[in-house]
């Protein structure tokens, strides 16, 4: 895909200009001089065929005494820039900081975190515009904290680079240079030779749960995800129209058999609010979670920070201490973020909860032990309210049930690569979910050779959200997919097995 940012006119809803992220086609002419220079980034034809990435899927901020418009780009499609820009370059403006004329689109600045991106490092995150006394000159900066793991602080109108620094262990790079405006990358964080694991994950140090900025404590909010990923090549990359195509190996990229080094793995997933001081570019406080993708924050006039949990409570801190004041039980993970707001002299606080998105679904070995509902709702909240909210009834345990493992390794293999690479978005890593939808190692059509045929490929339960995914699996693959399902729910059995005979819980 091509990224682009839109601005339609309010009276009519006709296009009044499109600011492309990457350069498109050279034999049809650049749209504009920065895509001219931007061009000169790149590497190979993906970009030339309009595939080069860059979609603008989160923050945008305006700044109208400036009269300036921020937005940040996306990630590169492929991630793998061996694949989509061989020999390097910066492809820009993959994972910028872009300013433009809010009423034309023409470009003004730009700053790119991650040059080459190759790890799905976005710079999309939350952008806050603040003023901020540096060295003792009032500056007008703009902040981000990009999934690649740096907090930055430019000069918003000039976009210069004022400082960085990581906000989390990161193994990519060991620092900004100041100098160049550059990351200094680990050579090997580029997964060219062998595989690396990387901090922070395709997930990001930050993703979009929105941080906030209290000009009161002069610190910023961030729901911080703590969790490591292996990238490697894959041994050859197929373009497979309508799924995604991220040019990494799957099968490297997911969990290991071993259920001790699936443990370990699991020690390292971790997730925590983290309150940083943005001039001096250090952690003020932290709170730690038992894991990551907790819900965006809110801080407040009086002194509180409020956030949702994943393990569905939503608490209020004081803001310069991180001292827990008060706490609710949602019934349901928190991922989005709460707001304040006044209605006849009285305020309020509203969070829209409800548990999902890419980490719930993919890291199912790691959500499934606490797993909570989806209730989707807005809970309302003011001083002296006294609401209840009715019980909620959730049984997450899968029933293993399945027919005997007959297949050859070939089968297992290719069955394993395929789920890696198609399948696992939804239903989970290593076919373990994280329960929002079916975990297939408890499905009857484990049992069913063409009930499995008919949902995978012939759309059955299309109504439901199961597409049919003909167009990207063979007969043959969705085959080895079940195969390798039943040896994983094999697997599953065991260990429980293995568990309740030594006393453990299941
Ligand atoms: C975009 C998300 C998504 C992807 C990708 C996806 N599925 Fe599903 N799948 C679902 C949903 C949602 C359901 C639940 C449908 C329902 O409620 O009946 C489901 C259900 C199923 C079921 C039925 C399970 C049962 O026992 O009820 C099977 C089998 C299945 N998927 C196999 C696959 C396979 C194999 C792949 C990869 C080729 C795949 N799915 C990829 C979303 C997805």
């Not at 952008?127 to 907090?151: C, E, H, S, W, Y």
């Not at 609010?273 to 406080?285: F, I, N």
């Not at 949602?330 to 309020?348: F, K, N, R």
């Not at 568990?499 to 819980?505: D, F, I, L, R």
Request: glycine fraction near 12%; charged fraction near 15%.
């Amino acid at each position: 895909m091509r990224g682009f940012i839109s601005a339609y006119n309010f009276a009519d809803g006709s296009l009044a200009w499109r600011f492309y992220t990457v350069p498109g086609d050279p034999s049809l002419g650049f749209e504009t001089d920065a895509l001219k220079m931007a061009a000169k980034t790149w590497n190979g034809e993906w970009w030339k065929l309009g595939g080069g990435g860059g979609t603008v899927w989160d923050s945008m901020a305006y700044d109208p005494e400036l009269d300036l418009l921020y937005f940040g780009v996306g990630n590169g499609t492929p991630w793998n820039q061996e694949i989509r820009s061989p020999g390097g370059g910066d492809n820009l403006f993959l994972s910028s900081i872009i300013a433009v004329r809010p009423e034309t689109g023409e470009y003004v600045w730009h700053y790119q975190t991650t040059p080459g991106e190759s790890w799905d490092y976005t710079a999309t995150q939350s952008i806050i515009l603040a003023d901020l006394t540096l060295d003792g000159v009032k500056r007008k900066v703009l902040m981000q904290a990009p999934k690649n793991g740096f907090f930055y602080v430019l000069d918003r109108q000039t976009g210069e680079l004022l400082s960085a620094n990581n906000y989390i262990n990161i193994t990519w790079a060991t620092h900004v240079d100041m100098e160049t405006g550059r990351p200094v990358e680990v050579p090997e964080a580029r997964y060219k030779d062998a595989p690396f694991l990387l901090y922070p994950s395709y997930l990001g140090g930050h993703n979009w749960h929105p941080m906030s900025y209290s000009p009161l404590t002069g610190l910023v909010y961030i729901p911080v995800l703590d969790i490591p990923a292996m990238y490697g090549q894959p041994d050859k990359f197929q373009y497979n129209p309508g799924v995604s195509n991220v040019g990494t190996d799957g099968v490297i990229g997911g969990l290991p058999d071993d259920q001790a080094e699936r443990d370990a793995i699991g020690a390292l997933v971790k997730g925590r609010l983290l309150a940083w001081d943005p001039v001096k570019q250090q952690e003020a406080w932290r709170v730690e979670y038992p894991g990551p993708w907790n819900g965006g924050t809110l801080a407040t006039a009086g002194n509180l920070v409020l956030q949702g949990t994943a393990a569905g409570k939503l608490v209020a801190y004081r803001a310069d201490s991180g001292e827990q004041l008060w706490d609710f039980a949602t019934q349901t993970g928190v991922v989005a973020p709460p707001i304040s707001y006044e209605l006849d002299g009285e305020q309020y606080v509203s969070v829209n909860v409800g548990w999902g998105g890419a980490f719930a679904l993919v890291f199912g070995e790691y959500v499934q032990a606490e797993s909570l509902p989806n209730v989707s709702r807005v809970l309302t909240f003011k001083l002296g309210g006294k609401a209840t909210l009715p019980a909620v009834s959730w049984n997450p345990v899968v029933v293993f049930n399945p027919p005997k493992s007959t297949a050859s390794a070939e089968t297992l293999a290719l069955g394993h690569a395929t789920y890696q690479d198609v399948c696992m978005g939804c239903h989970g890593l290593n076919a373990v979910s994280g329960l929002l939808i079916p975990d297939l190692r408890g499905s009857a059509y484990l049992w069913d050779e063409k009930g499995w045929e008919a949902v995978v490929r012939g759309g059955l339960l299309k109504d439901r959200g199961m597409a049919s995914f003909a167009d990207n699996v063979s007969a043959e693959q969705a085959q080895a997919i079940r195969a390798y399902v039943i040896q994983q729910a094999q697997r599953g059995q065991a260990l429980r097995e293995n568990a309740q005979t030594k006393g453990a819980s299941p």
